[in-house]
């Protein structure tokens, strides 16, 4: 038996806007043998014990603390940190702007679209910002990409250096959110916050 007692030089960051797909690829690095890392408010269930394997935090941006607790910005330096390992590596999820700002909505994550799409361009500024401060290498994997082609989970684990003979099952929500209300044929665009004092339609700052 493998005895687990050292300490890891790589460890990963899985960082995405809310509903981007950062948990399933953040599963994906797990079943490849990284470890979960459980810092408050991280991924679920108890933290494993440090052992050899390389860590994962997984954060969304930003990140909901249920059933009704604050949501929080992650700050990528602080999370390369507590990683505590030589060399990290970031994994930024995407997915189609409008299903992702859909899906927000109706899993309760924003009240509305608006504030979908105002939190969607902030994550996005947050994490490759610090990403930038922090140095640290990243590669993009977009959902849809991710839930169609089993090639594009297995290149993703190969680039992360992790061995690629594990999958999970996954399943494409784009297309129940283009069947509703949000995204449908009827939808109408939602305009975002704006800041107080911003002329009606357009000219005004994001309040983000």
Same mark, same amino acid.
């Given at each position: =038996?493998?005895?687990?007692? +050292? $300490?890891?030089?790589?460890?990963?960051?899985?960082?995405?806007?809310?509903?981007?797909?950062? $948990? =399933?690829?953040? $599963? /994906?690095?797990? /079943?490849?043998?990284? @470890?979960?890392?459980? *810092? *408050?408010?991280?991924?679920?269930?108890?933290?494993?014990?440090?052992?050899?394997?390389?860590?994962? %935090?997984?954060?969304?941006?930003?990140?909901?603390?249920?059933?009704?607790?604050?949501?929080?910005?992650?700050?990528?330096?602080?999370?390369?940190?507590?990683?505590? *390992?030589?060399?990290? *590596?970031?994994?930024?999820?995407?997915?189609?702007?409008?299903?992702?700002?859909? &899906? +927000?909505?109706?899993?309760?994550?924003?009240?509305?679209?608006?504030?979908?799409?105002?939190?969607?361009?902030?994550?996005?500024? +947050? %994490?490759?910002?610090? %990403?930038?401060?922090?140095?640290?290498? #990243?590669?993009? &994997?977009?959902?849809?990409?991710?839930?169609? !082609? @089993?090639?594009? !989970?297995?290149?993703? /684990?190969?680039?992360?250096?992790?061995?690629?003979?594990?999958?999970?099952?996954? #399943?494409?929500?784009?297309?129940?959110?283009?069947?509703?209300? !949000?995204?449908?044929?009827?939808?109408?665009?939602?305009?975002?916050?704006?800041?107080?004092?911003?002329?009606?339609?357009?000219?005004?700052?994001? !309040?983000?």
């Amino acid at each position: =038996m493998a005895l687990h007692n +050292q $300490r890891p030089s790589r460890g990963f960051l899985v960082l995405g806007p809310e509903s981007s797909g950062t $948990r =399933m690829t953040a $599963r /994906l690095l797990v /079943l490849a043998g990284c @470890r979960p890392t459980a *810092v *408050v408010g991280g991924d679920d269930g108890p933290e494993p014990p440090p052992d050899d394997r390389p860590p994962v %935090i997984r954060r969304s941006a930003p990140h909901w603390h249920p059933p009704a607790g604050p949501h929080e910005w992650p700050d990528v330096p602080a999370l390369v940190g507590a990683l505590d *390992v030589d060399e990290a *590596v970031a994994v930024v999820t995407t997915r189609d702007w409008f299903a992702t700002a859909a &899906s +927000q909505v109706d899993r309760g994550h924003v009240p509305d679209l608006g504030r979908a799409y105002a939190n969607l361009r902030r994550a996005y500024r +947050q %994490i490759f910002g610090g %990403i930038v401060a922090s140095g640290i290498p #990243f590669v993009v &994997s977009a959902y849809e990409a991710f839930v169609a !082609r @089993r090639d594009h !989970r297995r290149l993703l /684990l190969r680039s992360l250096g992790l061995p690629d003979g594990v999958d999970l099952d996954v #399943f494409d929500g784009n297309d129940a959110r283009y069947a509703g209300s !949000r995204c449908g044929p009827d939808a109408a665009w939602a305009g975002e916050p704006r800041e107080a004092g911003s002329p009606p339609g357009g000219g005004g700052k994001l !309040r983000v």
